[in-house]
């Protein structure tokens, strides 16, 4: 399944000579401060995790990894790549999303038509679609970053402006992406305590509730350091398909 993703979101970039040297080493301290900002949670692989995310991928991680959440139980659940020797191959979206659990619940939102109601629901509150655009255009921003660890000017220039999902910038085009970058930036501990804190106060909400949510709170001042628009637009959804906390990890996540 996840050899199709990497097919659609993936870049081909075979005539891209923009790579500076496969034979540079990145480390984690090579990774831009703004990029460790707007990711607060990243980390260099413990020993075992990149077994792991091999695993969770059903392939060896291409580039040079480094996890950018992990769930409740402490693995790996989205992965930041920076595409060091991929010269003349596919690049997928700079964040991935690995959680067994919450790659099957975004597969099964999307199988159900969630990317089309959720653009149209963005589209239809202008305060919401102009932040959402405005997160696509910084994590434009970040990902050039990523990639300037490796590309020289030449390969940033053929790589372009893309939004979070790795297609146009403002473009609904992968729940998985959303998710994983709501996750990167928020973590799965600190949406599974707002989540619980909302199910025991209102009761299960709907899609609906959720953009509510995001129209008298998310948006304001207090909360404006929230991101992931549309993964928090998602997450009424998600707790109706039984959430993203699992009771113990699956053999796949374990080491």
């Known amino acids: ?42 980390e260099k692989p413990l020993p075992g995790d990149v077994r792991v995310i091999a695993r969770q991928l059903g392939r060896a991680p291409k580039g040079v990894v480094f996890v950018a959440a992990r769930c409740v139980h ?3 659940g989205v ?10 191959k596919r690049i997928a ?22 990317i ?18 405005e997160e696509e255009k910084r994590f434009s921003q970040l990902s050039r970053e990523i990639c300037s660890l490796c590309f020289d000017e030449k390969g940033l220039l053929t790589i372009g402006e893309r939004g979070i999902a790795w297609g146009k910038v403002g473009k609904v085009k992968c729940l998985h992406a959303h998710l994983a970058y ?17 199910l025991g106060r209102t009761g299960m ?5 959720g953009l509510k949510r995001l129209s008298c709170e998310f948006l304001s001042e207090s909360h404006r350091k929230t991101k992931g ?27």
């Open 1 to 42: 399944m996840w050899s199709f993703f990497v097919l659609i979101l993936g870049y081909d970039i075979e005539r891209l000579t923009g790579e500076k040297t496969e034979s540079m080493k990145i480390s984690f301290d090579d990774v831009p401060a703004s990029i460790r900002e707007e990711f607060p949670l990243l």
């Open 74 to 76: 402490s693995k790996p």
């Open 79 to 88: 992965i930041l790549t920076i595409p060091l020797g991929m010269k003349g």
């Open 93 to 114: 979206p700079p964040l991935w999303l690995t959680c067994p659990l919450a790659c099957r619940t975004a597969a099964s939102l999307e199988s159900s038509g969630e």
């Open 116 to 133: 089309k109601r959720i653009s149209g629901m963005l589209r239809a509150h202008d305060e919401i679609w102009q932040a959402f655009l």
């Open 182 to 198: 709501m996750l990167a930036t928020n973590g799965f501990e600190a949406l599974r305590r707002d989540n619980r804190k909302d």
């Open 205 to 209: 909400p709907s899609l609906e509730d």
């Open 229 to 255: 628009i549309a993964g928090a637009i998602l997450l009424p959804k998600i707790m109706e398909l039984g959430g993203i906390d699992c009771a113990r990890p699956p053999d796949t996540c374990i080491d």
